[in-house]
C-alpha cells in the first residue's frame, strides 16, 4: 500500500511539473502577429524601448518607441552601424509600418528576431 501511495504522488509530482513547464513557456512566448497585412513579412521587435528612426541612422529623428512589438517589413537595407554591447554589431535596417498603416519607420535589425539580415524580407 505504502509503494501505490508513493509512486502515485510520484506521478502526481511529476505531472505537476510538467504542466507548469507547458504553463510557463506559454505564457512567456509572444503574442503572434494578426492584422498585418498579408503580402508583407510580419516581424517582431524582441526587445524594449527600441527607437523607430525616419532614415536607417540614429542620427535621424525618432519616430516612435516601441517594446515586443510587431510589424509589417516593406524591405531592409543597409545603414550606419549600430553597436549594442548586450547584442552585437549590425548595419543592416528594416523599415517597417505598424498594421493600422501608419507612416514607414526604420529599426536596426539586432532589435528583430531573425539575425542579422531577416528572411522574407525583401533588400530595398
Known sequence: MKRLISRTAMGLA???LAV???ATTAQAAPATATGGDPTLTDVYIWATDVNLRQQPTTDSPRLAVRSKWYADAL???QGQTVHDPAVGTNNWWTAVMEFSGSDIAWVNNLYIRGGEK???VPDC
Open 118 to 120: 531577416i528572411a522574407g
Open 14 to 16: 511529476v505531472t505537476a
Open 75 to 77: 524591405c531592409q537595407k
Open 20 to 22: 507548469g513547464g507547458l
